[in-house]
């Protein structure tokens, strides 16, 4: 990933842009920008908006550049940077609209689902049509890692909320398959 000379190594890229290297400002950009496009695309579905805040996610890691302390990988640190912008923007814009869940869950436990001719594509557009809380959530819990403490943290709210928030989502998920699923069964006769 780091093919220039000069940035031959995650310790020398680093360096070189706390020096306030422009190229390897750039060249530590070209590297991650598709990735952390992506992720931030998973949180506000806009492309034009996710990108303005991947950009503004880039900005504020070059500003805590000299706060990282190499304890963990450069990599995870810097995703939690544009997961946080993601989420700030989120919650500035008042889109994240949580709830919290009042129903029993027992009516979705005898449900079986093979997920076996869901392409991966599929899944993810399903997580993408959820609603901004859910998917959220969702994106932070089983794709990013966090956990319910932490989702709580990040998002101003309680870990019960969080977890309720994740269980809609499932069960939403759920559905979306079964759904998925009926339509198959319908044209494979």
């Not at 302390?69 to 544009?82: D, H, N, P, T, V």
């Not at 979705?108 to 809380?133: I, K, R």
Request: with cysteine.
């Amino acid at each position: 990933m780091f093919s220039r000379t000069n940035f031959s190594t995650e310790t020398g890229l680093i360096k070189a842009c706390l020096k306030g290297d422009r190229s390897a400002q750039r060249h530590l950009y070209d590297c991650y920008s598709g990735k952390f496009l992506a992720i931030c695309i998973r949180y506000l579905k806009d492309r034009e908006h996710a990108e303005d805040v991947m950009i503004e996610g880039f900005m504020k890691i070059f500003e805590k550049l000299p706060q990282f302390q190499a304890k963990g990988s450069f990599e995870g640190w810097m995703k939690r940077i544009i997961v946080t912008q993601a989420l700030m923007t989120l919650r500035s814009h008042r889109h994240l609209m949580m709830e919290v869940n009042t129903e029993d869950e027992a009516m979705y436990a005898d449900q079986h689902y093979e997920l076996s001719h869901l392409e991966t594509a599929d899944l993810m557009d399903m997580v993408e049509s959820l609603p901004v809380g859910y998917r959220t959530v969702f994106n932070l819990y089983a794709i990013e890692g966090y956990s319910h403490q932490e989702i709580a943290e990040l998002l101003g709210i309680t870990e019960s909320t969080s977890k309720s928030q994740l269980n809609r989502a499932r069960n939403s998920l759920k559905d979306k398959i079964a759904t998925q699923q009926l339509k198959e069964r319908r044209i494979n006769g």
